[in-house]
């Protein structure tokens, strides 16, 4: 009871979302560290010659048509001045831990999508009398003073319209939709400021005369579902700038265990091993439903004695052809023999290896690869 009214309370409350994403992230890195390249049109991407392209490029090179994704060879022809400078990941990856430092003074909800970009939950932050709008500015402020680049920022009550927001002042800006002004301010917006509403979409909302969001409230989740399936529903909340996705923390699993207290202890070695049956099963029920994400590289055991003493013993998985149920079996005896006493808690675990952090990691290679034309 107590919980569901707290889960009732968590909905009626307000968020307060931030949205930062760096200016012309690549580009003014290397700006920061090369400052003959500053009022230059620059950019960061392959060699023309090597069928590199573009990763992006200032706002200088940009008024020349040079974009994100664009061959570094077309790049060229539309701004002979370029300079085109190659990618350096890891200053890249060491500017966003930086900021994310810097966000982590005030919450510890973050949500990163990329390395110049995340979400901030800042609901619950008492700092700059609890204001988000406050907090956005001395947050732009420090990431300008210690690392010498700037970021924009959107503050609103959703993520849907605090990235919105980060966009609309860009770059060097802050842009604040207030809860009284999110509905004039949604009503007016194009549909295809909407994220995931590309070429195709739009195409298709505007034959039907729809080119605001106002437009599209004014016709029912039915049709809308009717033309473009489930993302139409998704459009009527949007257009209503209803968006109630939570901000996602990047922490993620590294275990997962079960464990069980005994009513009367465990006596001895036979009644210890004739429990591993049951505990695994549970456990691989467990992990049944994320091993899409995770890797199994571990097991490991816990004993907790009559006397509340306790113990743990942890090793790489078997190469000896040794089942999971035998190595999990062989892990207990040997810390159970550690004690040798009667048993009131048993578990079992895994250690866990993030394949979703490996294919970011590895899609960050192929992009390196395909920036400098290599792949
Ligand atoms: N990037 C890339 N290839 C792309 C798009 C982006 O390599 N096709 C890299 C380079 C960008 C970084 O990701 O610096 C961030 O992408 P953004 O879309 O946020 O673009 P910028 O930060 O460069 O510019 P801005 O946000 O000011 O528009
Ligand atoms: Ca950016
Ligand atoms: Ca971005």
């Known amino acids: 009871m107590m919980e569901s009214n707290a889960i009732l309370e968590q909905k009626v409350v307000q968020r307060k979302i931030i949205h930062i994403d760096f200016d012309a992230f690549f580009a003014s890195i290397e700006i920061r560290d090369n400052p003959r390249l500053s009022g230059k049109a620059v950019a960061v991407g392959g060699a023309p010659d090597r069928r590199g392209v573009i990763a992006t490029c200032n706002y200088e090179a940009r008024r020349f048509g040079v974009h ?45 999508l990329s390395l110049d970009e995340a979400y901030l939950d800042v609901t619950g932050t008492h700092l700059c009398r609890g204001s988000a709008t406050l907090i956005a500015e001395e947050i732009r402020q420090k990431i300008f003073q210690q690392l010498h680049v700037t970021v924009s920022a959107g503050v609103a009550t959703n993520k849907f319209l605090a990235k919105i927001a980060s966009d609309w002042n860009k770059p060097n800006g802050l842009f604040v939709i207030t809860p009284e002004q999110a509905d004039d301010f949604i009503f007016d917006l194009p549909v295809k400021k909407i994220h995931g509403v590309g070429r195709v979409t739009a195409g298709k909302l505007h034959k ?5 969001c106002g437009q599209l409230r004014q016709y029912s989740i039915l049709e809308l579902s009717r033309w473009f399936g489930s993302f139409g529903e998704r459009l009527w909340e949007l257009s209503r700038g209803r968006d109630d996705r939570e901000v996602q923390t990047s922490r ?6 079960v464990e069980h207290t005994y009513d009367k202890d465990l006596a001895g070695l036979a009644d210890i ?9 549970e456990l691989q029920e ?3 439903r994320i091993e899409k994400e995770y890797e199994v590289h571990k097991h490991f055991v816990k004993v907790k004695f009559a006397d509340f003493t306790q113990t743990t013993l942890e090793e790489s998985l078997p190469t000896t052809g040794e089942s999971v149920k035998e190595h999990f079996t062989q892990l207990l005896v040997r810390a159970w023999e550690r004690g040798g006493r009667p048993v009131r808690l048993l578990g079992l675990g895994v250690r866990l290896v993030d394949l979703r952090e490996e294919r970011a990691l590895e899609q960050l290679e192929l992009f390196e690869k395909k920036i400098m034309g290599l792949a």
Do not use: W
């Not at 039907?208 to 605001?212: A, E, F, P, S, V």
């Not at 993620?252 to 265990?257: G, H, I, V, Y």
């Not at 091993?273 to 099963?281: G, R, Y």
């Open 68 to 112: 994100s994704a664009m061959s570094s060879a077309q790049a060229m022809r539309l701004c002979p001045e370029l300079k085109i400078i190659p990618p350096r990941f890891s200053v890249y990856r060491a500017a966003s831990s930086e900021a994310h430092a810097i966000f982590r003074q005030y919450t510890d909800l973050i949500e990163p």
């Open 208 to 212: 039907k005369g729809i080119n605001t």
């Open 252 to 257: 993620r699993r590294k275990s997962l265990s």
């Open 273 to 281: 091993t004739a429990q591993v049956i049951p505990l695994l099963e």
């Open 286 to 288: 467990r992990y049944q």
